[in-house]
């Protein structure tokens, strides 16, 4: 799990960051610490259930504009929050006392 920032008009250092650092506010893209960029971890979460994948999420954090410790244990519980289990019956289902599971 990683997160990144982008902008939504161009930058004057662009997609491919030339030779500018990480935290540059020219640059494009920047990486985030979990849930404070762009990417849609629950849409991740859903594709991960659909897959049927039951593995580790883990974190690789960076973020040049915030503290590591905080970041790190932040995004630690950021993920454990979304990290929500699969149903095991449909949602019609739910309601049906024939197909409910015993």
């Known amino acids: 799990m990683k997160d990144v920032w982008w902008s939504d008009k ?5 997609v491919f960051g030339g030779y500018t650092d990480f935290g540059d506010n020219t640059r494009f893209w920047d990486f985030r610490s979990l849930g404070h960029g762009k990417v849609n971890f629950e849409e991740v979460i859903r594709a991960l259930n659909r897959a049927n994948y039951t593995g580790p999420l883990s974190v690789e954090w960076e973020d040049s504009g915030m503290d590591r410790e905080f970041g790190a244990k932040e995004a630690c ?11 095991n019956i449909a949602f019609d289902a739910a309601f049906d ?4 599971q015993s």
């Open 77 to 87: 519980s950021f993920v454990k929050k979304l990290n929500f289990p699969v149903s």
């Open 97 to 100: 006392k024939e197909k409910q």
């Open 10 to 14: 161009p930058m004057p250092t662009g």
